[in-house]
C-alpha cells in the first residue's frame, strides 16, 4: 500500500479480467461521496491504462498506481 495515501474504501477486484475491475470501481464510485479514496486492487494488466483514462474522462482524481508482487492498486479520489 502506497505510504502517503490512506483509501476511505478498497475494492479487491484482483482475478477478474477487463473490464471487469473498471466497472467494480465505476460502481463503488456510484455509492461513495464527493473527495472519497478509493483502493481498486486489480491484477488485469489492463487496468493501468484503462482506469486512468477513465477517470480523467469522468473528471475524477488519479492518485497514484502502485505495483506489488502479483497485483496492482490505484487510487482515485472522486470528485462529485
Known sequence: MSES???DVVV???GAT???PLMDLIG???KVDADTVIEL???DNGSRSDVPEWTD???HEMLDVVEHD???SLYVR???
Do not use: H, L, V
Request: proline residues 8%; negative net charge.
Open 28 to 30: 463503488k464510485i456510484k
Open 12 to 14: 479487491d477486484s484482483r
Open 5 to 7: 495515501i490512506s483509501p
Open 57 to 59: 474522462e469522468a473528471g
Open 70 to 72: 502479483d497485483y496492482w
Open 18 to 20: 477487463c473490464p471487469g
Open 41 to 43: 486492487q486489480t491484477s
Open 78 to 80: 472522486t470528485t462529485e
